[in-house]
Protein backbone atom coordinates (compact mmCIF):
# COMPACT_ATOMS: atom_id res chain seq x y z
CA UNK A 1 0.00 0.00 0.00
CA UNK A 2 1.49 3.61 -0.94
CA UNK A 3 1.79 5.76 1.44
CA UNK A 4 -0.56 8.95 1.46
CA UNK A 5 1.52 11.98 1.64
CA UNK A 6 -0.79 14.35 3.57
CA UNK A 7 -0.68 18.68 3.32
CA UNK A 8 -0.81 20.53 6.09
CA UNK A 9 0.46 19.88 9.66
CA UNK A 10 -2.67 19.35 10.92
CA UNK A 11 -3.33 16.54 8.96
CA UNK A 12 -0.35 14.93 10.03
CA UNK A 13 -1.48 15.19 13.89
CA UNK A 14 -4.77 13.93 12.86
CA UNK A 15 -3.16 10.81 11.05
CA UNK A 16 -0.97 10.63 14.19
CA UNK A 17 -4.39 10.46 16.50
CA UNK A 18 -5.51 8.41 14.18
CA UNK A 19 -2.40 5.52 15.15
CA UNK A 20 -2.65 6.54 18.93
CA UNK A 21 -6.85 5.45 18.81
CA UNK A 22 -5.56 1.98 16.92
CA UNK A 23 -2.85 1.36 19.26
CA UNK A 24 -5.76 2.28 22.44
CA UNK A 25 -8.09 0.11 20.52
CA UNK A 26 -6.07 -3.24 20.52
CA UNK A 27 -4.34 -2.61 24.20
CA UNK A 28 -5.25 -5.55 26.01
CA UNK A 29 -5.95 -3.54 29.01
CA UNK A 30 -8.83 -1.99 27.33
CA UNK A 31 -9.87 -4.03 23.68
CA UNK A 32 -12.64 -6.52 24.31
CA UNK A 33 -15.98 -7.58 22.86
CA UNK A 34 -18.00 -4.89 24.37
CA UNK A 35 -15.14 -2.06 25.10
CA UNK A 36 -13.34 0.89 23.02
CA UNK A 37 -11.91 3.60 23.33
CA UNK A 38 -15.11 5.67 22.79
CA UNK A 39 -16.69 4.30 25.94
CA UNK A 40 -13.46 4.11 28.04
CA UNK A 41 -12.70 7.64 27.15
CA UNK A 42 -14.35 11.25 29.32
CA UNK A 43 -13.47 14.26 27.99
CA UNK A 44 -14.26 18.07 27.92
CA UNK A 45 -13.24 21.39 26.83
CA UNK A 46 -11.78 23.90 29.46
CA UNK A 47 -10.41 27.07 29.70
CA UNK A 48 -7.54 26.63 31.19
CA UNK A 49 -4.70 29.23 32.73
CA UNK A 50 -0.77 29.32 31.57
CA UNK A 51 -0.08 26.51 34.06
CA UNK A 52 -2.69 24.21 32.54
CA UNK A 53 -5.64 24.49 35.56
CA UNK A 54 -8.79 24.93 34.25
CA UNK A 55 -11.07 27.54 35.75
CA UNK A 56 -13.17 25.42 38.40
CA UNK A 57 -9.03 25.52 40.16
CA UNK A 58 -9.80 29.75 40.54
CA UNK A 59 -11.75 28.46 44.10
CA UNK A 60 -10.51 24.79 44.70
CA UNK A 61 -7.44 22.94 43.78
CA UNK A 62 -7.09 19.73 45.42
CA UNK A 63 -3.28 18.96 47.09
CA UNK A 64 -2.21 15.75 47.92
CA UNK A 65 -0.27 14.51 50.66
CA UNK A 66 2.27 12.85 49.13
CA UNK A 67 2.29 15.95 46.24
CA UNK A 68 5.32 18.07 45.83
CA UNK A 69 3.10 20.86 47.47
CA UNK A 70 2.34 19.22 50.80
CA UNK A 71 4.97 20.47 52.45
CA UNK A 72 4.06 24.46 52.09
CA UNK A 73 0.75 23.30 53.96
CA UNK A 74 1.78 20.87 56.66
CA UNK A 75 -0.38 22.50 59.33
CA UNK A 76 -3.54 21.97 57.28
CA UNK A 77 -2.40 18.53 56.74
CA UNK A 78 -2.02 17.96 60.28
CA UNK A 79 -5.42 19.05 61.12
CA UNK A 80 -7.00 16.56 58.41
CA UNK A 81 -4.73 13.62 59.19
CA UNK A 82 -6.81 13.60 62.78
CA UNK A 83 -9.89 12.72 61.06
CA UNK A 84 -8.21 9.41 60.15
CA UNK A 85 -7.77 6.15 61.88
CA UNK A 86 -4.27 4.73 62.26
CA UNK A 87 -6.11 2.03 59.67
CA UNK A 88 -7.43 4.76 57.37
CA UNK A 89 -4.16 6.35 57.22
CA UNK A 90 -2.37 2.94 56.50
CA UNK A 91 -5.37 2.00 53.71
CA UNK A 92 -5.71 5.23 52.16
CA UNK A 93 -2.51 7.45 52.91
CA UNK A 94 -1.69 8.12 49.12
CA UNK A 95 -5.15 9.70 48.60
CA UNK A 96 -5.81 11.94 51.42
CA UNK A 97 -5.85 15.47 50.17
CA UNK A 98 -7.03 19.09 51.13
CA UNK A 99 -8.41 21.88 49.38
CA UNK A 100 -6.92 25.14 48.50
CA UNK A 101 -7.17 28.03 45.75
CA UNK A 102 -5.35 29.02 43.04
CA UNK A 103 -3.88 31.71 44.97
CA UNK A 104 -2.64 30.11 48.04
CA UNK A 105 -0.86 27.81 45.78
CA UNK A 106 0.65 29.74 43.32
CA UNK A 107 0.16 33.41 45.06
CA UNK A 108 -1.34 34.96 41.92
CA UNK A 109 -5.02 35.01 40.83
CA UNK A 110 -6.25 32.23 37.76
CA UNK A 111 -6.00 34.33 34.75
CA UNK A 112 -7.32 32.71 31.12
CA UNK A 113 -4.67 31.63 28.95
CA UNK A 114 -5.84 28.95 26.47
CA UNK A 115 -8.50 27.03 25.62
CA UNK A 116 -7.47 23.09 25.81
CA UNK A 117 -9.16 19.31 26.23
CA UNK A 118 -8.88 17.33 28.75
CA UNK A 119 -9.38 13.78 28.96
CA UNK A 120 -9.40 10.36 30.49
CA UNK A 121 -9.27 7.06 29.70
CA UNK A 122 -9.62 4.20 32.05
CA UNK A 123 -8.70 0.92 31.74
CA UNK A 124 -10.21 -2.39 32.29
CA UNK A 125 -9.67 -5.78 34.21
CA UNK A 126 -11.97 -9.13 33.63
CA UNK A 127 -12.54 -10.87 36.30
CA UNK A 128 -14.52 -14.58 36.65
CA UNK A 129 -14.26 -17.72 33.95
CA UNK A 130 -12.33 -16.53 30.41
CA UNK A 131 -15.64 -18.32 29.03
CA UNK A 132 -17.07 -17.68 25.11
CA UNK A 133 -20.42 -15.95 27.18
CA UNK A 134 -18.54 -14.46 30.26
CA UNK A 135 -16.60 -12.71 27.64
CA UNK A 136 -19.29 -10.45 26.48
CA UNK A 137 -20.69 -9.40 29.86
CA UNK A 138 -19.94 -6.06 30.44
CA UNK A 139 -20.66 -7.11 34.72
CA UNK A 140 -17.24 -9.46 33.96
CA UNK A 141 -15.13 -6.06 33.24
CA UNK A 142 -14.21 -3.92 36.00
CA UNK A 143 -13.03 -0.15 35.13
CA UNK A 144 -10.39 1.71 36.86
CA UNK A 145 -8.98 5.09 36.41
CA UNK A 146 -6.09 5.09 33.89
CA UNK A 147 -4.28 8.07 32.45
CA UNK A 148 -5.42 11.42 32.25
CA UNK A 149 -4.43 14.22 29.39
CA UNK A 150 -4.67 17.80 27.85
CA UNK A 151 -4.19 19.12 24.90
CA UNK A 152 -4.57 22.25 22.39
CA UNK A 153 -6.94 19.81 19.89
CA UNK A 154 -8.73 16.31 20.84
CA UNK A 155 -6.04 14.53 18.40
CA UNK A 156 -3.34 16.20 20.40
CA UNK A 157 -5.39 15.05 23.52
CA UNK A 158 -6.01 11.58 22.35
CA UNK A 159 -2.12 11.10 21.27
CA UNK A 160 -0.89 12.45 24.73
CA UNK A 161 -3.30 9.78 26.22
CA UNK A 162 -2.12 6.92 24.42
CA UNK A 163 1.71 8.00 25.40
CA UNK A 164 1.06 8.37 29.04
CA UNK A 165 -1.31 4.66 28.37
CA UNK A 166 1.34 2.90 26.76
CA UNK A 167 3.99 4.00 29.39
CA UNK A 168 1.51 2.50 32.46
CA UNK A 169 0.24 -0.34 31.06
CA UNK A 170 3.30 -1.15 28.74
CA UNK A 171 3.85 -1.27 24.74
CA UNK A 172 1.13 -4.68 23.44
CA UNK A 173 -1.00 -5.18 21.32
CA UNK A 174 -3.11 -8.34 22.23
CA UNK A 175 -1.20 -10.54 20.21
CA UNK A 176 1.61 -9.82 22.30
CA UNK A 177 -0.23 -12.02 24.95
CA UNK A 178 -1.06 -15.26 22.80
CA UNK A 179 1.48 -17.91 23.14
CA UNK A 180 4.35 -19.50 21.20
CA UNK A 181 2.05 -22.14 20.30
CA UNK A 182 -1.12 -20.10 19.35
CA UNK A 183 0.84 -17.58 16.69
CA UNK A 184 2.56 -20.73 14.98
CA UNK A 185 -0.95 -22.81 14.64
CA UNK A 186 -3.00 -20.06 13.73
CA UNK A 187 -0.50 -18.65 11.40
CA UNK A 188 -1.25 -21.53 9.08
CA UNK A 189 -4.88 -22.09 10.20
CA UNK A 190 -7.64 -19.87 9.27
CA UNK A 191 -10.59 -19.14 12.11
CA UNK A 192 -13.19 -20.09 9.25
CA UNK A 193 -14.41 -22.68 6.31
CA UNK A 194 -16.70 -21.58 3.55
CA UNK A 195 -19.04 -23.96 2.57
CA UNK A 196 -21.06 -24.11 -0.18
CA UNK A 197 -25.26 -23.85 0.43
CA UNK A 198 -27.46 -24.76 -2.23
CA UNK A 199 -24.90 -24.12 -4.77
CA UNK A 200 -25.11 -20.48 -4.45
CA UNK A 201 -24.66 -19.59 -1.06
CA UNK A 202 -21.40 -20.04 1.21
CA UNK A 203 -21.68 -20.97 5.26
CA UNK A 204 -18.88 -19.66 7.59
CA UNK A 205 -17.74 -23.13 9.17
CA UNK A 206 -15.73 -22.26 12.21
CA UNK A 207 -12.40 -24.31 12.27
CA UNK A 208 -11.85 -26.31 15.33
CA UNK A 209 -8.18 -26.78 14.23
CA UNK A 210 -7.83 -22.72 14.74
CA UNK A 211 -7.43 -21.59 18.52
CA UNK A 212 -9.30 -19.15 19.40
CA UNK A 213 -8.11 -16.80 22.42
CA UNK A 214 -10.94 -14.62 23.64
CA UNK A 215 -10.33 -11.02 24.91
CA UNK A 216 -11.08 -11.93 29.03
CA UNK A 217 -8.35 -14.66 28.51
CA UNK A 218 -5.59 -12.11 26.97
CA UNK A 219 -6.48 -9.72 29.30
CA UNK A 220 -6.47 -11.77 32.30
CA UNK A 221 -3.00 -12.72 31.06
CA UNK A 222 -1.87 -9.02 30.11
CA UNK A 223 -2.93 -8.59 34.34
CA UNK A 224 -0.26 -11.17 35.02
CA UNK A 225 2.08 -9.00 34.00
CA UNK A 226 0.82 -5.62 34.92
CA UNK A 227 0.76 -6.72 38.14
CA UNK A 228 4.28 -7.18 38.49
CA UNK A 229 5.06 -3.86 36.96
CA UNK A 230 6.19 -0.72 39.42
CA UNK A 231 3.05 1.30 38.68
CA UNK A 232 0.72 -1.07 39.79
CA UNK A 233 2.37 -1.77 43.37
CA UNK A 234 2.44 1.80 43.39
CA UNK A 235 -1.35 2.87 42.61
CA UNK A 236 -3.28 -0.37 43.31
CA UNK A 237 -1.35 -2.76 45.47
CA UNK A 238 -2.74 -3.19 48.89
Not at 109 to 135: C, I, Q
Not at 173 to 188: C, G, W
Request: hydrophobic letters at 35%; aromatic letters at 16%.
Amino acid sequence: MNKIKVHTDFERLQLKARDAIDFLNGHPALISAVIDVRSALWFSIQTVCKRGYCESARDNLQIYKNSKHALRFKDQFEKELKNYSAEDLKRSNSFISIDVTYKELFGEDWKFDHVAYWGELSFYMFTGRPTRKNNIDLKNWQSYAGVEASGRTYEEMVINIAQKFKKAFGNFRSDDFLTQKEKENNRIKEPFHFKTYKKIYSRIIHNRDYIHVNDAKLNLRWQTWYRKTAHYKKNWAR
